[in-house]
């Protein structure tokens, strides 16, 4: 706690040691079109006037501000000019000790020049900074006419099936649009990014090593996602609706508003989906003389409802407010059937058979409230948050377990209610020789889980307090970071950042009357350099350590089952898992990229299944540690005015130790490989191909088998391009892995009716320019709640 305070301090006297800096005698201001937005790039001269020499000279930024600091006494000249434009000369500026800011500066564009010259700048498909890839999205096929969430399929280092979005070597991730979190997951987050329109995109930034600006919580990457600029004022807005056809039909339907002024600017969104599914699964214990074989069928349902409101408001040129709510209401019931077999040699003991309806209700809410502070116009800025999460899953387990000797009637019912919320504060310092940023965060966890296990007799559901518990758990988490980007020269640019974080943590069980408290705190640092030999050839080299703390819903020491036989239980002695990256990138003529990663983890909490007679039970811990060695190779490029395709491949070795002797580690290897095709067959018609395959791997003591996917689809423009069909269809196969431990193995098999036709409808209506409020506020720590 005293190295946080400390950390703190520090950063606040540095901070306002730049900020002191930064009140030099300045000249600064904006330049914009006539009645148009700010113009970036505009050279902006200060000439003595006595012989019209150059005094100082700088550019204005995305937004047209500029800013010339430590200026003596005197009487100048201001030369504004860009190409294209015509040059404006501001006379008479005079400095005696005090800053000037000048009033708006408008230019006006040099009509006839423009007529008779035609510039045509095409970014390349990828380009490197120092802490990410840039993917500009705005220079492919699907950039036109489709949604977002289907255009980040053919992104580099992303996988994206229906309902979720994976890094590659990484797994889950945040998302971010314009650099700010977006608060969604799962299903909500989809629906969400099939709002947005890929026309709105610019481009997407793929951060596998995250500064240290973000949370180090987690080990899956970061995208960010950033919107055209120079948008329409108005309203605008879609309404889509998509059809799902697999052994059952399911629905998605999705409505978007966005309105923008001078001084608003917001955006509301709902949705509302029903998906039906058919899960066929088998889980196999083989490898001891008492083998347990159990198959198992679940029919689902999971009906949902999510709306979102954002506003922003300029209250000044100096100050933005704002607030951003968003509720899900999603309502999953499944019944299931189940068949759990003994099996001595070929010979068939008995058969458990278990049948039982599973409901899972979810209702959460989020709210964040904002502040940013523009310190001056060359994009000094504090920004500031309060956020909140609440979310209140409710479990409850009705099934009945019968053989010819047994029948048992079960209630398992788990209810918990997380409350978390978190205060963060970001400064950002630009300036020539470097750009600094510094913040710090609170947040607060609090979590009161019941688990409750009640038997049917006689007439009545009893409560079996050997089997229920009560679980209270509360954790603080106080951070805060520094970090500096600077171009060393035209090739070499470097960043480098470091983040404190400190953790109080207290579960307690009133029912076992057991507390655990711990506290602990770690440094997390970062570094990146970027080395540009030419404009065909970029490298790069980062480093990060990063934290996995455990789920709240894994602390809690108690058990839930899924038949008289089978549970699982929490540990709440579990440890955080740490991971050091590094990784080496190259890059080729914004096309070819190829990466080459290691990590190692310590602590990982794993799984450890045991098997005592017919009782298998499913428990956590810290039990393992790895190093992992792999490669990542991408292929983008437009082959034609008619043809985008995009290869990619990886490949990595991991090699584990077990603290446990029953969990087996042999080293093992994975790969996986995709191509993706885009067409344009005409202006209103294209459509792709896509095909992707996962090698057989070992991964720990996980072998899982090869498994591949096919997607095809369309999409057709109609009504003056604002009506979109898309047609799509997606084949997959069955996934299968084995579990290994010490004396026995676990095959898994499970059949997620892999065989899926979906059609689309898209209805653009409004300013097709418009996009309201797209900002979101850092919450990282409310995935935790959401496991």
Not at 299 to 309: A, D, E, M, N, R
Not at 343 to 354: C, E, H, Y
Not at 669 to 693: E, H, I, P, W
Request: proline share 3%; hydrophobic share 35%; aromatic share 12%.
């Amino acid at each position: 706690m005293k190295i946080f305070c400390k950390i703190c301090v520090l950063i606040l006297l540095v901070s306002l040691g730049i900020i002191y800096r930064s009140t030099a005698q300045t000249i600064s201001g904006k330049v914009k079109e006539t009645g148009g937005p700010g113009i970036e790039n505009v050279t902006v001269a200060l000439l003595n006037v006595a012989d019209s020499s150059v005094v100082k000279y700088g550019v204005s930024n995305r937004e047209g501000y500029f800013e010339l600091s430590n200026l003596s006494n005197g009487v100048f000249t201001a030369k504004v000019s860009l190409l294209g434009y015509h040059t404006r000369l501001l006379n008479n500026i005079k400095f005696d000790g005090s800053s000037v800011t000048l009033t708006d500066i408008v230019l006006e564009r040099k009509e006839k020049e423009l007529r008779e010259v035609t510039v045509e700048a095409k970014k390349p498909l990828l380009e490197r900074k120092v802490d990410r890839l840039i993917f500009n999205l705005n220079n492919t096929i699907m950039a036109n006419g489709t949604s977002l969430f289907e255009a980040l399929r053919v992104a580099p280092l992303l996988t994206v099936s229906e309902n979720s979005i994976s890094m590659v070597g990484k797994g889950s991730m945040a998302v971010m649009v314009n650099e700010k979190i977006i608060n969604l997951s799962g299903t909500d987050l989809v629906n969400y990014l099939k709002t947005l329109r890929s026309e709105n995109i610019e481009k997407i930034e793929i951060i596998t090593t995250p500064p240290a600006k973000y949370e180090a919580q987690g080990n899956g990457g970061l995208i960010n996602i950033v919107l055209k600029k120079n948008e329409s004022l108005g309203w605008s807005g879609s309404l889509s609706s998509t059809y799902l056809q697999s052994s059952y039909a399911s629905y998605n339907n999705n409505l978007a508003l966005f309105f923008r002024s001078k001084k608003i600017n917001s955006s509301f969104t709902f949705g509302q989906s029903n998906y039906r599914y058919i899960i066929k699964e088998s889980v196999n214990i083989t490898g001891r003389p008492n083998e347990i074989l159990s198959d198992e069928q679940r029919l689902g349902k999971s009906p949902g409802l999510q709306t979102g409101l954002s506003i922003d408001y300029e209250l000044n040129k100096h100050n933005n407010i704002g607030l951003i709510y968003n509720i899900s209401d999603n309502k999953s019931n499944t019944t299931f059937s189940n068949n759990y077999s003994f099996v001595t040699g070929n010979t068939i003991d008995s058969v458990l058979k278990t049948t039982g309806k599973f409901s899972r209700p979810l209702f959460t809410q989020t709210l964040n409230l904002y502040h940013d502070l523009k310190l001056d116009s060359t994009g000094k800025k504090l920004s500031s948050s309060v956020n909140f999460f609440m979310n209140k899953p409710e479990m409850r387990n009705d099934f009945v377990s019968e053989s010819e000797n047994t029948y048992t009637s079960v209630q398992n019912n788990n209810s918990s209610k997380y409350n978390i919320w978190s205060f963060q504060s970001d400064l950002t310092m630009p300036y020539k020789w470097a750009k600094i940023e510094s913040g710090i965060k609170l947040a607060n966890f609090n979590n009161n889980a019941d688990v409750e296990y009640y038997n049917y007799i006689g007439e009545n559901f009893l409560l079996d307090r050997t089997r229920s518990n009560e679980f209270n758990y509360t954790e603080s988490n106080l951070a805060a970071y520094y970090s500096m980007e600077s171009n060393l020269s035209k090739k070499w640019t470097a960043k480098a950042g470091l983040r404190y974080e400190y953790t109080l943590m207290d579960g307690y069980s009133p029912t076992l009357d057991q507390r655990n408290k711990r506290n602990y705190g770690a440094l997390f640092p970062t570094a990146y350099i970027v080395y540009k030999a030419d404009e065909s050839n970029v490298f790069s080299l980062n480093y990060s350590k990063r934290i996995n703390r455990p789920s709240l819903n894994s602390l809690n020491p108690f058990a839930y089952y899924t038949n008289i036989y089978t549970y699982s239980t929490g540990n709440p002695l579990l440890l955080p898992s740490y991971s050091n990256n590094v990784e080496l990138n190259y890059l080729y003529k914004g096309m070819f990229s190829f990466t080459v990663f290691t990590q190692h983890i310590s602590d990982i909490i794993s799984n450890l299944i045991t098997v005592n007679g017919p009782a298998v039970v499913n428990s956590r811990g810290n039990f393992l540690t790895q190093d992992n060695l792999g490669a990542y190779v991408s292929f983008n490029r437009s082959l034609s005015k008619w043809w985008d395709n995009s290869i990619s491949a990886s490949f990595s070795y991991a090699s584990p130790k077990s603290k446990v002797a029953a969990i087996s580690t042999p080293k093992g290897t994975s790969a996986s490989f995709s191509v993706n095709n885009s067409f344009k067959a005409t202006n209103l018609l294209s459509f792709y191909l896509n095909y992707s395959q996962n090698l057989p791997s070992t991964d720990r003591n996980i072998y899982t088998y090869s498994q591949r996917s096919f997607r095809t689809g369309a999409r057709i423009k109609l009504l003056n391009n604002n009506l979109i069909i898309s047609p799509a269809y997606f084949l997959g196969n069955v996934s299968k892995y084995d579990v290994h431990y010490s004396d026995f193995v676990q095959t898994d098999k499970t059949d997620y009716d892999y065989k899926t036709f979906t059609l689309g409808l898209t209805y653009l209506f409004g300013r097709s320019k418009v996009s309201g409020n797209k900002k979101d506020i850092s919450f990282d720590e409310k995935r935790r709640g959401q496991n």
